[in-house]
């Protein structure tokens, strides 16, 4: 039951907490209970090698995630993403899409609860299509895999931050130089930082803030 001493934001993170680590513990909760039932455990040692390969990025691009997206998404939006995942790919752009369509900001109270709304009901049409695909998943395969149609699956992704690009770059073109500028010159010249994106997107906020900062400077904006 609520309790009507706490504030909404309070019971925010409470019920936040409870879900992160309820996630937490199904996600550590299937690889142990296939260990007992197979008894099957792998030595720490291979643990241990495969960690040391790739803990370090994820830790890193995490942290990098939970800066750059929780003053977009706000607290119940940021603990719903989280939780259901697929942050950049998904709930990101359809809670800013949401705030950009319902004219409110990121951060404010307005902004809150339509991001909230908006990963909420990105995470239910996930679920939902996830559920359907794989229902469909042995009569739709020739399709999925046909020639024909992998162009279209290959530009998904940047037809998608393409559009949400055209909405904030035609509104801060002049900001949006710079960044762009960098990150095209560094993908030309280093093509294997394509899968490294998720740590390059906080670096091109930087690049975005320090440029706003000199064109404000000078009075070009």
Known sequence: MRDKNRSYEEMTHIYGR?????????????PIVACIYYDAWPGIVP?????????????????????????MLGTAGSYLA?????????????????MENARVKPGSE???????????TSSIVTT???AVGVA??????PILNSPTLKPAFDNILPA???????????????ISIAPLVFMVVLFLCVPSLSGSVGVLVPVGALIAIGAARILYKNGKL
């Open 82 to 98: 989280f939780v259901t995942g697929n942050l950049t790919n998904l709930k990101v752009p359809a809670a800013l899409t949401a």
């Open 18 to 30: 409870i879900w992160i680590l309820s996630a937490l513990g199904m996600i550590f909760a299937y």
């Open 136 to 141: 469909l998943l042995v009569p739709l395969t």
């Open 110 to 120: 307005e902004g809150e609860v339509i991001s909230t709304i908006a990963v909420a």
């Open 160 to 174: 998608l931050f393409g559009g949400l690009a055209v909405v904030y770059v035609s509104k801060n073109w002049k």
């Open 47 to 71: 643990v241990l090698k495969g960690l040391v390969g790739v803990a370090p990025i994820f830790w890193t691009v995490g942290l990098i995630e939970v800066l750059t997206f929780v003053p």
């Open 128 to 130: 939902v299509i996830i």
